[in-house]
C-alpha cells in the first residue's frame, strides 16, 4: 500500500521509535538516545538521515550486521581526548557517547576531542554538533563512510564523501550549524535525476572512465561522485579519513573495505568518528561569544540582497525554521511513513500519527 | 628594470629577508621566524604567499599598518588553550608562537588550541599545519581574511575566502597537507584572465548585481568571489570566522571592516588566526599513525587512473616535490624577483643569486 504524508507530534515520533527499539532488545537508555537522535533530524527536515532509516537498522541488528546491546567503552583517554571503541554498536549509541564526552573534556581543559573506531552509520552529523552547541559550546563532527566519490585523477569510487558538520550557540536561532558532504551534490539528486531522465551539471559524477559526465545513468554501478570543489573537497575528505579513522585506530574507507551499511545488511560497518567540543565560557566567556554571533548573523541578514534575492540565510537557519514548525506536528514525507509502517510490522509498536480533521 | 626568474640557495634566501627585516628594526628572533616562514612557502612553489610580500609587509611597518617590534602574549590560558593578542605585530610573529603553542598544550592534553586577534596577514596557512606534523603531530590552521566572498542570496564583498590549512605526518613526503582558500578559486586567477581578455567558468565570480558571471572583468572593483560548492563554502567561511575572531575576542571579516594588509598599507590589519594541534602519538602511537597514512597515500597512489590521467597525487605532495627540487637552489619567478630586490633598495642587504655558469 502507498501511503501519503503524515503529520505526528514529535514527542510520539520518538516514544514509537524508542518502544520499537525495546522491543528489538536495545536497553530503554539507548532506545532513548536513538530515537532522538533520529526524531530531531526529521523536526531539522533532514528526513534522508532520520527515522526514514530506523527500519533498516533494526534489520541490521536482526541480520546480525550490528550489535543492538553493545556497549561501546573508552579505550584510551588524556586530559582532553578519547579514543571510544564502538564494539559495533547501532551508531548513534557511541556518537552520542562521543560528543558528550567532548563536552566534558572541553569543560576542563577548554577543547575536548573525541574519535570513535567501529561505529555504525550515525544518522545526520549535525545532530552532534549541535548537541554540543545547545551546551554552549561549538560542537564539530566528522565521519567516513563506505567509498562513493572518486579523487582527481582517479576512477572508480575511492573515499567517503565523508560528512563535516559544525555548530555554535546563537540567539535568534538556537544555534549556528552546517552539516554537508564533502561531493559536490548529495547522491540521492543524482538518482532522482536517473529516476527522471533528467541530465546533471557535468561537475556532479563521473563515469566508469574517471570522465566528468552529464548522464546519471553511470551512477551507482559504474561511475562515482565528484568531490566538492575537485581538490578541496578531495583533500577535506582524506582530513576526515585521517582524523577518524586515523586517529582512532579504526577503519579507513580506501583501505579496510567499509561497506554500505545499508545494502550489506549483514555486514560490521565499522566507520569512525570524530568529536571536538570547544567551550567558549573559557575563550572570550559565553555571552561575549554569543553577542559576536548574533552581529555576525545580523550584518549577514542585512547585507545587499543579489538581484532576485529577498533572503539571506545563515547556515542551519532553514532547519531551524522547519524544527519551529514541527512544533505543531512533524509531517513526514511518503517514503519515511512507509517505512516507519514497516518498523510497526515489526515492532507491533503502535504508531500516533495527528488525523486531521478535515 | 624589468628582472628574469632567478635562482638562490633556500638558506641564502633566508639570510637575506632575515638581514632585511633585522635593518627595519626587528628582533633577530623575530626576523629568523619570519624569514623562515615565507622562504619555506616559497620552497613549496606557493609564491604568492612567500618572499614576495616581504618588500610590502616591511613598508607596511614604515607606514605604521603593522609595529615589527610588537611583543604578542598570552592574555588567557588553560589546560588545552590559550588566547593570544598579536599587538598588530608582522603576522608570522605571532602564528608562529600561537601553532607552537598549540602543539605544547597537545604534549600534555593531546589536543591544543591557540586563537590569536589582532594580527596581520600571516602568509601560508600551510606552513603552521606543516610545523605540527613535521612534530609528530596534526595540525589545522585557519584565518579570516578582509571580506572578497558574496555569499548565496548576497551582493558585494561580505565574508573573506578564509584559509583553511591542514598537515599530518607521513614516511614518503615528510606531510600530507592541503591549504586551500574557500573561494572557489583565487583571485589572482580571475585578475589573469581579466588581463588576457579571457571568459572565465560562470562559479568563480558574481557581478554587481550578485549574479554569476563569466566575465571576470567585474572583479574586483565590482562583484565578489564565489565560495566553493556554493553553500558549502560559505558555510565554512562561517566556521572559520567563529573559530577565529569568536573565540579570540577579535575583528570578523563581515563585522568590523577588517581591510586589506596590502592595499591599506598604513592600517592595522586585525585579521585573526587558529591553530590546532593533535598527539597522535597519545591516540594510536606514532608508528601506528604514520603507517596507516602512509598506507592510505599508497592506496591513493595505486588506484586505477582516469582515462588520460598517469598519476593521482595526494594532498600537498605537489608541493613536496617543489620543495625537494629546491634543494638544489630555489627558482623565483619574475615578480618575486622583482620585489626582492625592491626590499634589497630599501634594506641594503646583498641578495646571494646563483650565478648560471652558460
Known sequence: MTQASKKIRLSDLKAFCAQSLVKAGMSEKDARITAEVLAETDAYGTHSHGTVNLANYVKKAKAGGLDIQAEPDV??????????DGRNAMGMVPAYMGMDLACQKAKTAGIGIVTVRNST?????????????????????????DPNMTVPGARGMLIGNNPLAYAAPSSEKPTVFLDIALSNVASLKVVKA???????????????????????????????????????????????????GGLS??????????????????????????FIAIDVEQFVGTDAFTKRIDDMVKALHEAPKAKGSDRIYVPGEMEWDRYEKAE?????????VESLEVLHEISGVEINWIVDED
Chains 1, 2 share one sequence.
Open 75 to 84: 579505550i584510551r583517554d588524556g586530559p582532553a581526548f578519547a579514543i571510544l
Open 121 to 145: 552509520h550515525f544518522g545526520a552529523a549535525g545532530y552532534y554538533a549541535n548537541m554540543a552547541a545547545l551546551r554552549g559550546m561549538v560542537g564539530i563532527t566528522m565521519s567516513n563512510v
Open 194 to 244: 536517473r529516476k527522471e531522465g533528467k541530465s546533471i551539471p557535468s561537475t556532479w559524477i563521473v563515469d566508469k572512465d574517471g570522465v566528468a559526465t552529464s548522464d546519471p545513468s553511470h551512477y551507482p554501478e559504474e561511475g562515482a561522485m565528484q568531490p566538492m570543489a575537485a581538490h578541496k573537497g578531495y583533500g577535506l575528505a582524506v582530513m576526515v579519513e585521517m582524523l577518524t
Open 249 to 274: 585506530g579504526g577503519a579507513m574507507s580506501m583501505l579496510d573495505n567499509i561497506v554500505s551499511w545499508l545494502f550489506e545488511i549483514d555486514e560490521p560497518n565499522r566507520v569512525c568518528h570524530t
Open 328 to 336: 505543531d506536528g512533524l509531517t513526514l514525507p511518503t517514503n519515511v
